[in-house]
């Protein structure tokens, strides 16, 4: 914080003040056109923090008092990337400290630009409409195309620039000390059993086993007994007689709680894999989390007991031991429109790059052409659990699916008209893919303790498919000069010699 003439009068005196150097340090920012903005991108910049642990080859730099290293999202993610490598210089000092000469240099090596995929005009408007409900929650939006991520909105959040400067330490403690987790990006953090957006795994297991026939007929009468056990359909009244179509339309629980005990676990688990799930992807940001999908051999390497009919049961409609992000959710949901392989990216291509070329789906096209016509019947047919996501006549048509995910024995035990604690409530989850004919994005809502997925995800859901349709823009690609939604952020990193660069995109 000195200024030039204090600096220039230290440097005069230093002879006499020896040892005594000055060096320029680096202050971190983080520009934002607005409050809203900054706290929009919080989550998707991450922050920088101390190094924790150094190693004996680590970058000399790392070594000094001031360093910072990336901790959280593509500060994290990308920290080598963006830090790059610091120069050093090395003098020879006499016994009093004084130096003699300068024995070499070593120029530093400048980090790399990164320029994002994510518009942060949709994402701050994405984040106001997710911070509406007043709940903990996320949203995902993917281009179906080339996997971008167009927008990544987790709540609560923060703003990075609270984190440096006067009154950062208050701003960090308060952090840490709110139940909401705000420092949490739910979005690839948050790991959620998926509930019924589950059921399209559920159902191509089944049809690429053979296990169920497109036009069978599965009975539920509101509960099905496996071993001694009773499985509760969330329709109590049952839904008599269900196909596939109508199954996934009306979300009945126990068609896919047979067609997960004909298919088995295993089948299922590798379904679940091929869609995306199970994992984490190499996309420049830190804190993801692979979420769990079980098998039988996972289960005995726990140590308990071994796989059970009901742990079938129950994973068949994305409960028990399931859990997934939603990242991981839109992905699945990018995958089920196109029928390939789609990988999620933060990275904006350069001008003139090709579009991935994403493998092909080893499912069969027939299968999948079923699942999509019931996830269609799901938002646009009589019945569908989540006709509160379709848009008004004369805009495209959604895809989509609802999720309600149990967390408690209290939601399914209850009187159904008693009023629960909130940490009892079930979460909501929608997933959606937009248009349907001829998808362009994919997208996963989440809202936790929330309630139904159908009452409270899908119009949530359907309020961020408007908002991205209205965007109308295509996915940013690098530029140049970068556009004002998708500039990158300079900020020098600290070394004795001239910095090398790093860049963060908000």
Known sequence: GLTFEQVAKLQVQAPELAPFITEPT???TYQARSRPEALAMGHIVGYVGAVDRRALDDDA????SEARVGKAGVEGGMDVDLRGLAGQTSIEVNARGRQVRELGQQLPVAGRDVTLTVDAALQTSIMA???RDGRPGAAV???VETGAVVAMASTPTFDPGDLFGAGSRQAWQGLMASSDRPLLNRAIGGQYPPGSTFKMVTALAALEAGTVELREKIECWGDVTYAGHTFRCWNRKGHIASDLHKALRESCDCYFYEAARRT????????SKTLGLGMTFDMGMAGQKAGLIPTQ???RNRGKTGWLLGDTVQAGIGQGYVLATPLQLAVMTARLATGRAVIPTLLARSPGDPHPAFAPLAI???????VRRGMVAVVNEPGGTGQAAGLDDGRPAVAGKTGTSQVSRHSADRDRTAILKTQHRDHALFVAYVPAQAPRYALSVVLEHAGGGGAQAAPLARDVIERVLDHNQPVPEAQAEPSPVTRPVTRP???????????DAG
Do not use: E, Y
């Not at 088995?264 to 379904?271: L, N």
């Not at 069969?364 to 079923?370: E, G, H, K, T, Y």
């Open 129 to 131: 409409r997710l911070a």
């Open 264 to 271: 088995g676990i295993d089948a299922i688990s590798a379904m």
């Open 141 to 143: 939006v993917l281009s």
């Open 61 to 64: 730099v790392l070594r000094a």
């Open 297 to 299: 051999a996972w289960k």
């Open 364 to 370: 069969s096209p027939a299968a999948l052409a079923a």
């Open 493 to 503: 990193v600290t070394g004795p010699s001239a910095p090398a660069q790093r860049a």
């Open 26 to 28: 680096w202050v971190r």
